[in-house]
């Protein structure tokens, strides 16, 4: 954990770094959609795994589905759906680090100890697990499809959770770093202004 923490925190310091693990996840976002879209054209549906309303009566409606060529095309995005979960989450981690790092104030320095910017791969490891139970899903007899199918909606339902909870942080680590910048101007303004009157003193006396 703390080796992965402090990997994280190196990456947030090098420009380089940051632009790298910017540019993987846009990658990874692109790949993803675009096989998701290959899926899409020969069955008409979404996959599951991008269904955040999906039910288990859906799921077992759209099973018939996964079948041919629509089953070699999901394979192919469940491959890469193990990928991008964990650049997107290293991408997260590396951004809260950033957003920690350049706000002053100490009190937020000690999330960095605490390990908080690698709160966004749990939601990474939630994302694997649906992964794993729909696979399961596809390659078990009908008799157990319903505990695949409770395991897979569960771990969805974890993930989007952690997609929500990674949103809000993310809004207020942005909304604190502005207020932290707006203090340090009011700061150097009041303190600009103080000089003056210092000056103007002296010289009067």
Do not use: C
Request: glycine fraction near 4%; charge should be neutral.
């Amino acid at each position: 954990m703390y080796l992965l923490n402090r990997l994280v925190l190196t990456i947030s310091q090098k420009w380089w770094a940051l632009l790298l693990v910017f540019i993987l996840n846009m990658t990874a976002f692109t790949v993803l959609f675009s096989l998701e879209d290959q899926f899409e054209t020969i069955s008409n549906v979404p996959v599951f795994d991008t269904q955040n309303e999906l039910t288990a009566n859906i799921l077992i409606q759209q099973l018939p589905l996964y079948r041919g060529d629509a089953r070699s095309a999901y394979l192919r995005f469940a491959a890469f759906d193990f990928v991008f979960p964990l650049v997107a989450g290293l991408f997260l981690s590396v951004l809260w680090a950033l957003l920690l790092r350049l706000n002053t104030w100490q009190g937020l320095q000690r999330f960095l100890l605490w390990n908080l910017p690698l709160f966004p791969l749990v939601g990474t490891a939630w994302d694997w697990l649906e992964n794993v139970s729909l696979l399961i899903l596809l390659n078990t007899s009908p008799d157990s499809n319903q505990v695949w199918i409770e395991s897979a909606l569960f771990f969805k339902r974890l993930k989007l959770i952690w997609l929500t909870i990674d949103g809000a942080i993310t809004g207020l680590l942005l909304t604190l770093l502005l207020l932290n910048g707006i203090y340090r101007l009011l700061q150097r303004h009041t303190n600009s202004v103080a000089v003056i009157v210092n000056t103007g003193d002296n010289s009067h006396g």
